[in-house]
C-alpha cells in the first residue's frame, strides 16, 4: 500500500524535525547499573530496576524454576486454564504489603489501568485525573467513556473545586492519580486527596508503579500516608519488584468484580509462571530487607544535595532543559562520560519541559552520583 508507507514517511519527517523521532536501542543489562550498548558499558540512571532485583540471582533462579516447573507461557486467559498456582500465592501477597483485603494480577501496569478504569467508570460518570497522571491512567479513562476532568497537578484546591462544580450531574467518580510522578518523582498528596473524595464520595485510585519498594520501606507512597483511605491501589511488579506484570490491591468485592468484567483480564492471557515466580521472591527479598529499600532514595538525596536542588522525595529526580534538542545534547554529553541518562521529551512531558530524568539504583555507588552530578551541573 503506497498511500500506508507514505502516510508513515511523511509523519516520521514531522518528527524528526521537531527532534521527537524515537530510535530503539538494543541495550544488554548487567549486574548492578551497568548496562551496554554498542559494544559500550554504561553505568545507568534510566533504569526503573531500582533494588537490582531483576539481575538477582534468587529472583533470577525463582523465574527459571517456574519456567520449568509450569511452562513458559500461562497459554490462555485467567478465566479458562491461565489462572496457574503462582497468581493466588502472588495475590496474597501483594495484598498483604499494601494492607488490602485482596489483591487482581494483570499482564502489565498499563493492562490494569484500562482494564480497571473502565470496569468500575463508563458513561454518565466522571474521573478526575492529575494533569501528570501516567499515559495508562488517561488510556483507562478514555477507554471508559466516563467525562474526563483534568485536575491542575498535585493541586487539592483545583480538585475540590472540579468535585464542588461537576460531581453531582456525575452517577459514580473516580479520582486517578501516580502515587509517586514517574518523570517528576514527586509525591501525591494522598491523604488530603483521600479526604477530598471521602467528601465527596468519590473514589481514590492511586497508580504506585514507582512506589512499591522503594517507599516506607517498601510499602510504597500511600504507606506514608497512614490516614488516607485509598481503595483501589495499583501498581506494576515491573520497576523495584524486577519482574513483569501489574495489580489493583482492593476490597474482596471489588477484585471479585475485576476478575469477572475487567477486558484486559478476562481477554487477555495470564501473566507467565516466571513473572509471578519473579515478582514473589522480590517480595521475599524487599521484606526481609528494608535497608535495601532504602538506597535508592538515599541515592537520589546524595545527588540532588551534591546540585543543591530540592531534596529528592523518590528515587526519580528531573533535571529540566527545556527543548527536545537541549535533553538530547546533555544525554549525549554524559554518555561521552559513561552515563546512560535517557532525554525525556514531549509527548512524554510538556512542550519546554524536555529533561533528563535520573533514576537512582541501590547499587549506585556514591562516587559515581558525585561524578554524575558535577557532569550535569558543568551542563545547566
Ligand atoms: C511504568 C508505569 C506504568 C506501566 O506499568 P507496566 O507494568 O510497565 O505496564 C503504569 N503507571 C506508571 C506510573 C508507570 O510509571
Known amino acids: 500500500m503506497q498511500s500506508l508507507d507514505a502516510f508513515a514517511d511523511e509523519k516520521l519527517a514531522a518528527l524528526e524535525a521537531k527532534s521527537l523521532r524515537r530510535r530503539l536501542k538494543t541495550t544488554r543489562r548487567h549486574d548492578g547499573a551497568v548496562v551496554e550498548r554498542d559494544g559500550k558499558r554504561l553505568i545507568s540512571f534510566s533504569c526503573n530496576d531500582y533494588l537490582g532485583l531483576s539481575q538477582h540471582p534468587l529472583v533470577r533462579a525463582a523465574a527459571a524454576e517456574a519456567a520449568l516447573n509450569y511452562g513458559a507461557s500461562a497459554a490462555a486467559s485467567r478465566l479458562v486454564t491461565g489462572d496457574h498456582p503462582l497468581l493466588a500465592d502472588l495475590e496474597k501477597r501483594l495484598a498483604r504489603l499494601k494492607g488490602a483485603e485482596a489483591a487482581c494480577v494483570f499482564g502489565s501496569g498499563y493492562l490494569a489501568n484500562t482494564g480497571v478504569i473502565p470496569t468500575l467508570v463508563g458513561p454518565g460518570d466522571a474521573v478526575f485525573v492529575d494533569a501528570w497522571a501516567h499515559a495508562c491512567i488517561w488510556a483507562g479513562a478514555q477507554l471508559s467513556g466516563a467525562k474526563i476532568i483534568k485536575f491542575a497537578h498535585n493541586d487539592v484546591a483545583d480538585l475540590q473545586r472540579l468535585l464542588e462544580a461537576e460531581r453531582s450531574q456525575a452517577r459514580r467518580a473516580l479520582v486517578a492519580t501516580d502515587g509517586v510522578f514517574s518523570m517528576d518523582g514527586d509525591?501525591?498528596?494522598?491523604?488530603?486527596?483521600?479526604?477530598?473524595?471521602?467528601?465527596h464520595d468519590a473514589w481514590l485510585l492511586s497508580d504506585d508503579a514507582h512506589g512499591v519498594g522503594v517507599l516506607a520501606e517498601?510499602?510504597?507512597?500511600?504507606?506514608?500516608?497512614p490516614d488516607a483511605h485509598i481503595p483501589l491501589q495499583m501498581g506494576t511488579l515491573s520497576k523495584a519488584l524486577g519482574s513483569y506484570g501489574g495489580y489493583l490491591c482492593g476490597s474482596q468485592a471489588v477484585v471479585d468484580l475485576l476478575k469477572t468484567r475487567a477486558r484486559t483480564l478476562v481477554y487477555a492471557t495470564g501473566l507467565p509462571p516466571a513473572s509471578a515466580a519473579a515478582a514473589?521472591?522480590?517480595?521475599?527479598?524487599?521484606?526481609?530487607?528494608?535497608?535495601?529499600?532504602?538506597?535508592?532514595?538515599?541515592?537520589?538525596?546524595?545527588?540532588?544535595?551534591?546540585?543543591?536542588?530540592?531534596?529528592?522525595?523518590?528515587?526519580?529526580?528531573?533535571?529540566?532543559?527545556?527543548?527536545?534538542?537541549?535533553?538530547?545534547?546533555?544525554?549525549?554529553?554524559?554518555?561521552?562520560?559513561?552515563?546512560?541518562?535517557?532525554?525525556?521529551?514531549?509527548?512524554?512531558?510538556?512542550?519546554?519541559?524536555?529533561?533528563?530524568?535520573?533514576?537512582?539504583?541501590?547499587?549506585?555507588?556514591?562516587?559515581?552520583?558525585?561524578?554524575?552530578?558535577?557532569?550535569?551541573?558543568?551542563?545547566?
Not at 509525591?187 to 467528601?199: F, G, I, K, T, Y
Not at 526481609?288 to 531534596?311: E, H, I, N, S, Y
Request: contains cysteine; hydrophobic residues 55%.
Open 218 to 225: 517498601g510499602r510504597g507512597s500511600a504507606a506514608l500516608f
Open 187 to 199: 509525591v501525591a498528596p494522598l491523604d488530603r486527596l483521600s479526604a477530598l473524595c471521602e467528601q
Open 280 to 380: 514473589l521472591t522480590a517480595l521475599d527479598l524487599i521484606e526481609a530487607d528494608p535497608a535495601l529499600t532504602q538506597q535508592p532514595l538515599a541515592k537520589a538525596r546524595l545527588f540532588t544535595q551534591r546540585l543543591g536542588l530540592p531534596d529528592a522525595v523518590s528515587p526519580i529526580v528531573p533535571v529540566i532543559m527545556g527543548e527536545a534538542e537541549a535533553a538530547l545534547a546533555a544525554s549525549t554529553a554524559l554518555e561521552a562520560q559513561g552515563f546512560l541518562v535517557v532525554a525525556i521529551r514531549p509527548p512524554t512531558v510538556p512542550e519546554g519541559t524536555a529533561r533528563l530524568r535520573v533514576a537512582f539504583n541501590a547499587a549506585h555507588a556514591d562516587a559515581d552520583i558525585i561524578r554524575l552530578a558535577d557532569a550535569i551541573g558543568a551542563l545547566r
